[in-house]
């Protein structure tokens, strides 16, 4: 990927740049929890963005992006704000640094990138979380890894629509390779966790079913939690149990009931599966990743067909946990399977899923690696 982005990069503005990557990320469990304030344990992956950038003297910033085969230019006022969507995510970046009172020189960037997009592994975070740390780090800004984390939160909050958590910034920023890292999005603390399991893989199918509406729908997600909490007088989800949330079931819509239970129940899965992986216990990992599953297509109602779908093949298949990953709508379902199961459950999946829909789920392993760096 190096060597194409530094051809492309030579090709549109000449010579050479420093080279900056980030991740993409998985999360072994705690999905819409970040902006409940509850705990979330993903990790960064071997896929994610790389972007070669120069400091060109001017103003403006002039980006190609290798993968779309698409140039645009911008300047860094809120009024250049540019049309190309993928763009919008680099000038965001800019923007939201210049607000927290940093100055922001022009400069030449190609970038590209192998997390697949809308697959639910936080393709729009690393290209964030790239930007965010090349730029901290080449204009020497010393901005802390927790506030470019927010720089990305904001940038998909002011500029790409999406009123995320920040869950998928701080796994590309924060990752470190072999380790999955538990952050409680209240406090920010964090704590990782080496995680090789002995004797099981871990691997992604992914549906190829991309959400048009999904940027919509996870924004309603979040307004049912906020007015529950408002309701309860909490300022969070997080401080809500199902006692709380059973005294006020009759002054709440039944749709926001069901969010709630899922963000209540899901708060307590996260900590079950750290204990557990603890213990080496990843029976109870499995089953806490199953009752997500779930939660999270009953209740919080962000799975589909497709996902269900393989979520079921995996339980026929004797897979220890499986369930829908990210946002969903659409994108992959993570699974934790022995080794001995894995071919028969990857051929069983692909085949069926075959015969259902017509095509073949995409099948990606996971090796967690690290987040942001310079690349040397
Ligand atoms: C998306 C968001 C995250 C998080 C997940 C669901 O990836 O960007 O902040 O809310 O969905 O867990």
Redesign the pocket.
């Known amino acids: 990927m190096k060597n194409k982005i530094a051809k492309q990069f030579a090709a549109h503005f000449g010579g050479e740049g420093v080279f900056y990557a980030s991740a993409g990320r998985i999360?072994l469990i705690?999905?819409?929890?970040?902006?409940n304030g509850g705990f979330?344990f993903p990790g960064a992956i071997d896929k994610g963005m790389m972007a070669c950038i120069r400091l060109n003297g001017t103003d403006k910033v002039r980006a190609y992006s290798v993968d779309l085969e698409d140039y645009t230019e911008f300047g860094m006022e809120e009024a250049d704000a540019p049309r190309a969507s993928w763009a919008r995510y680099i000038f965001g970046v800019c923007r939201e640094i210049i607000k927290r009172g940093h100055q922001i020189k022009g400069f030449d960037t190609a970038f590209a990138g192998d997390v697949p997009l809308g697959a639910?592994m936080?393709s729009s975070?690393a290209l964030e979380s790239t930007f965010a740390f090349a730029l901290n780090d080449m204009l020497s800004l010393g901005i802390d890894k927790f506030e470019l984390a927010r720089i990305g939160q904001s940038t998909?909050h002011n500029y790409c629509g999406?009123k995320?958590?920040?869950?998928?910034q701080f796994a590309s920023l924060f990752g470190k390779a072999g380790h999955l890292v538990r952050l409680d999005c209240r406090s920010m603390e964090y704590k990782y966790y080496p995680f090789n399991p002995d004797g099981y893989r871990l691997v992604l199918l992914d549906t190829l079913v991309k959400h048009e509406l999904a940027s919509s729908a996870?924004n309603k997600r979040r307004e049912s939690c906020e007015r529950v909490a408002e309701i309860l007088c909490v300022s969070t989800l997080r401080d809500a149990d199902m006692d709380m949330l059973e005294s006020v079931r009759k002054r709440i819509s039944e749709e926001d009931f069901m969010r709630a239970e899922y963000v209540i129940g899901e708060k307590q899965r996260v900590l079950d599966v750290c204990d557990a992986l603890e213990l080496g216990d990843y029976k109870t990992v499995g089953e806490r990743m199953y009752q997500t599953h779930e939660g999270m297509s009953r209740l919080y109602e962000v799975s589909c067909p497709e996902l269900d779908f393989l979520n079921d093949i995996a339980r026929k298949c004797g897979v220890t946990g499986s369930r829908v990953m990210?946002?969903g709508f659409g994108g992959c379902t993570i699974n934790l399977v022995k080794e001995e199961l894995y071919d028969n459950f990857i051929t069983t999946a692909k085949a069926s899923f075959l015969e259902k829909y017509g095509h073949e789920p995409k099948v990606y392993d996971v090796n967690i690696s690290d987040g942001a760096h310079k690349v040397c």
């Open positions: 999360n705690g999905e819409h929890t970040d902006y979330v639910g936080s975070a998909e999406v995320c958590g920040i869950m998928d996870y990210g946002g």
